[in-house]
């Protein structure tokens, strides 16, 4: 497990802090963009400034004109060469990083993911792995002995959303009835801040993402604790287990191995493996998951999920029973 103190650090979201191959590529070429319109910038404004100083009109000149020059073959070839050769270069650098992050080989070792974005969550499903999950994307760490970067197919379920984790990759939209496309390679383990980038409506800014990059072995565990049925309950468990299944929940959630098969809201089998809910709006603790069920618009104000008018000890119950989908 990560300390507290990496996990904050690693959550300053920067394009200037790559940690994946991809974003690596971009935040590279984005410097050498800034750095050579820094080098224009200077000698133009260093050129006007030059100009304004040395050639202002003198305490008592009189406004007569100045010599008029016309033509200089010299400085025309000049200030139109050099420009077209930084566009060049421009062009190519970025063409060059397009291609390579777009149009890279799928290894046949690749995590495969299907990202849906919902109003106003990411539904995770990784369908070679049977895995469901939402909100938060575990990948495994890459490195360039053994490469195995994640390759996501990229839906929506609604309007546009946009896959925005500034670290790990640049944006792309996930846009209704087309299928997009993009990967990540995290080169160190961490867990990476990531937001909706697209405005999809009430709750466009709590759509928070979390990649969450391990190393291949603890990649593989959390594999396969997320293949595993939900865990028996005990009796205090089963109590609000009855009250789960006897309300509309089980019409939107799904829990492996009950009649909950709803596919609308995130999948809640391991719901406890999670440390958010709502997107990111709160952490996932009994205090925070107590209020949400009890009205989750308290918390995120537009969300789609109901308020089951549960009394008290329900409420309790049904956390209870939520608590022990780990
Ligand atoms: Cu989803 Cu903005």
């Not at 920067?14 to 590529?25: D, G, L, M």
């Not at 080098?39 to 100009?51: D, I, N």
């Not at 406004?63 to 200089?72: D, F, I, K, M």
């Not at 997009?180 to 999809?200: F, I, K, R, S």
Request: charged share 20%; with cysteine; proline share 7%.
């Amino acid at each position: 497990m990560l300390s507290i103190a990496q996990q904050a650090a690693d959550t300053i979201s920067s394009i200037f802090a790559p940690v994946s191959t991809p974003a690596v590529k971009e935040a590279d070429l984005a410097k050498m963009v800034l750095v050579l319109s820094a080098v224009v910038f200077v000698v133009v404004a260093g050129l006007l400034a030059y100009s304004v100083v040395r050639f202002r009109a003198g305490r008592g000149e009189q406004g007569t004109e100045p010599p008029q020059v016309y033509g200089s073959a010299q400085v025309e070839a000049a200030w139109t060469v050099i420009p077209i050769i930084i566009v060049i270069v421009l062009v190519l650098a970025t063409g060059r990083v397009i291609h390579e992050v777009q149009a890279a080989p799928e290894p046949p070792n690749a995590v495969r993911v299907t990202v849906v974005g919902r109003q106003w969550w990411w539904e995770i499903r990784y369908p070679e792995l049977g895995v469901v999950t939402a909100n938060e994307l575990h990948v495994p760490v890459s490195d360039s002995a053994h490469r195995q970067p994640t390759f996501l197919t990229l839906e929506s379920a609604d309007v546009a959303h946009s896959f925005w984790v500034p670290r790990v990759a640049g944006k792309t939209d996930l846009i209704p009835n087309k299928t997009n496309h993009m990967w990540v390679e995290p080169h160190q383990p961490g867990t990476y801040l990531g937001q909706c980038a697209e405005y999809c409506g009430t709750q466009h800014a709590h759509m928070l993402l979390r990649v969450v990059a391990e190393p291949p072995e603890q990649f593989a565990r959390w594999v396969e604790r997320q293949r595993a049925a939900a865990a028996p309950v005990d009796s205090a468990a089963a109590a609000g287990r009855r009250v789960f299944l006897g309300t509309a929940c089980i019409s939107c959630h799904t829990v492996g191995g009950t009649v909950a098969t709803g596919r609308y809201g995130p999948d809640l089998t391991h719901l406890m493996s999670r440390e958010t809910i709502g997107a990111g709006v709160e952490p996932n603790t009994r205090e925070r998951l107590r209020a949400w069920v009890r009205n989750p618009d308290d918390l995120k104000h537009g969300v789609l999920m109901p308020a089951m008018q549960l009394d008290d000890e329900q409420l309790d119950q049904l956390v209870e029973y939520l608590l022990t989908l780990r």
